[in-house]
């Protein structure tokens, strides 16, 4: 591919996770990175060094280079509706860190600016592209399992309190959210992409360990519309911290991934996939476990990898992504009615979430 016929993209938000990005990136065919930004500069000028590419000290900056085509949004949370809003107007393509945004309207907003300019927008939920996950949806599509009755997702990782004090936007209700806002949401996605849409939760939340204003547990009952049932267990008071599992069980198969990949595969006739990674995946591996303890700095590349290689197919190919900006409002959707639920104690229907 000639670099004319290349996107030129740009990361916006240079702190943990912007890396990432610009690191995947370097391995997308049909992209190229060529700027970085971040309002503290001297972020921005690192990243940028390591890249050799054009360091910007704000978005406007960064939407003024011609050369930018497709801008990761990779600020706080609360940030992404508003930011990835810019970025459409100015007619680049949006790819929004997770969670959409931490609030519906933000990210209706965002949603609807990038129909209005005619951009792709994908919001980051790079699990999707984990080997067991796909393994998973494909032998649910094929109706493997039976008809499924009950899936449980649980995440027991750990974050220290230094994590909370690192930044003021950590923790706190209007840019970040909590366990279940922050890491829970990359189970809540795959719960949906795996199970379908959801009709009900009924959750409890509390700030366990933490000197924080949201939660770090939430432990979340889902009623599918399919009829079947689920749970979600999150927290970041967990010491160590564990990779994260998700269980679907049928009537004829019980399916275990840790970390995305298979632990355990069993079926009527035999267990076919039984602590053997085959085709479907390796076992956690040990940046997936030093991400569960710790968080971004330890995550593997190769997820990101694939979800931007997707995104950057998409916009060649003229059609949507992998995973949409509505499929990052309807996994929003659900947190914050669990986050009603937390309130109210009383289940809550996840399209009648209320405002923010
Ligand atoms: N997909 C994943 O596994 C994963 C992992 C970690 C973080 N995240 C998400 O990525 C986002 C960022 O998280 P992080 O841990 O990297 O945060 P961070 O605080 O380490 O980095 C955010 C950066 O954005 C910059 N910034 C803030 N406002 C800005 C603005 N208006 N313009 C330009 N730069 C701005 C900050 O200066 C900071 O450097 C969050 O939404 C988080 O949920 C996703």
């Given at each position: 591919m000639s670099p004319a016929s290349q996107l030129g993209a740009a990361v916006l938000g240079c702190g943990s996770i912007g890396p990432l990005h610009a690191e995947a990136l370097a391995d997308v065919e049909g992209a190229r990175l060529v700027a970085v930004a971040d309002v503290r500069p001297e972020r921005a000028h690192s990243l940028a060094g390591r890249h050799g590419v054009t360091a910007c000290s704000s978005i406007d900056e960064l939407l003024?280079?011609?050369?930018?085509?497709?801008?990761?949004?990779?600020?706080?949370?609360?940030t992404h509706g508003e930011l990835g809003s810019q970025v459409a107007r100015a007619g680049k393509h949006v790819v929004l860190e997770?969670?959409?945004?931490?609030s519906l309207k933000a990210a209706d907003g965002v949603i609807a600016a990038c129909a209005a300019e005619g951009v792709v927008v994908s919001v980051i939920s790079q699990h999707r592209f984990d080997a067991g996950v796909i393994a998973l949806k494909e032998a649910l599509r094929r109706g493997d399992l039976g008809p499924v009755v009950l899936a449980e997702a649980r995440a027991w990782w750990y974050r220290a309190q230094s994590y909370y004090d690192s930044d003021t936007w950590r923790g706190t209700a209007a840019l970040d959210g909590g366990a279940l806002m922050n890491q829970g949401v990359h189970l809540v996605d795959l719960l949906i992409h795996l199970l379908g849409p959801v009709r009900s939760v009924y959750a409890r939340g509390k700030t366990a360990a933490h000197k924080m204003e949201c939660e770090d547990l939430a432990l979340v009952s889902i009623e599918f519309e399919s009829g079947v049932l689920g749970s979600l267990c999150v927290t970041?008071?967990?010491?160590p911290g564990a990779p994260e599992t998700l269980a679907v069980t049928g009537s004829s198969a019980t399916v275990v991934l840790e970390a995305g990949s298979v632990l355990s595969w069993q079926t009527d006739e035999r267990s076919?996939?039984?602590l053997d990674p085959g085709p479907h995946g390796s076992g956690p591996s040990a940046a997936s476990a030093a991400s569960a303890a710790?968080?971004?700095?330890?995550?593997?590349?190769t997820a990101h990898r694939a979800q931007l290689q997707d995104v950057v197919d998409a916009i060649h190919e003229g059609r949507p992504p992998a995973v949409t900006g509505a499929d990052g409002r309807e996994a929003l959707e659900l947190v914050r009615a669990a986050y009603d639920s937390f309130c109210s104690g009383q289940p809550v229907h996840v399209n009648g979430a209320g405002a923010p």
């Open positions: 003024a280079l011609p050369e930018v085509d497709l801008v990761c949004v990779c600020t706080p949370s609360g997770k969670p959409v945004d931490v970041t008071a967990s010491y076919a996939y039984d710790a968080g971004s700095r330890h995550l593997a590349v």
